[in-house]
């Protein structure tokens, strides 16, 4: 079982910067690709990224890619999404996740998931 804390969330304004972080615990993290989704307020979860095991590997949600990076650090059990160009509606919970697949596509590729930290992109 892994265990995945996100932090880094808060307010910004639009065109803005966040970078979030997730530490991870438990089950080997650098033997697991991982991910970030978000929810927005009243919708469903939406893919934003993932990376390999590795970290040689990322694909994006085409809709981010250019704004959006992800990265991980295997050293400090810690991965990291960094935004730029915020958007308001960029707006919601943001949920790293880790996944038995190489590289997962889709929400459906991950397996567990921490409890999020809020964005919020006031314009």
């Known amino acids: 079982q892994v265990q995945l804390v996100e932090s880094g969330g808060g307010l910004v304004q639009a065109g803005g910067s966040l970078r979030l972080s997730c530490a991870a615990s438990g089950r080997s993290f650098s033997n697991s690709a991982m991910g970030w989704f978000r929810r927005a307020a009243g919708s469903g979860r939406e893919f934003v990224a993932s990376?390999?095991?590795?970290?040689?590997?990322?694909y994006y949600n085409r809709f981010l890619e250019g704004r959006f990076t992800i990265s991980r650090d295997n050293a400090k059990n810690t991965m990291y999404l960094e935004m730029n160009n915020l958007k308001p509606g960029d707006t919601a919970a943001y949920h790293c996740?880790?996944?038995?697949?190489?590289?997962?596509?889709?929400?459906?590729?991950?397996?567990?998931w921490g409890q999020g930290t809020q964005v919020t992109v006031s314009s």
């Open positions: 996740a880790d996944s038995n697949l190489l590289l997962p596509k889709t929400i459906g590729g991950f397996e567990s």
């Open positions: 990376i390999s095991s590795t970290g040689e590997h990322t």
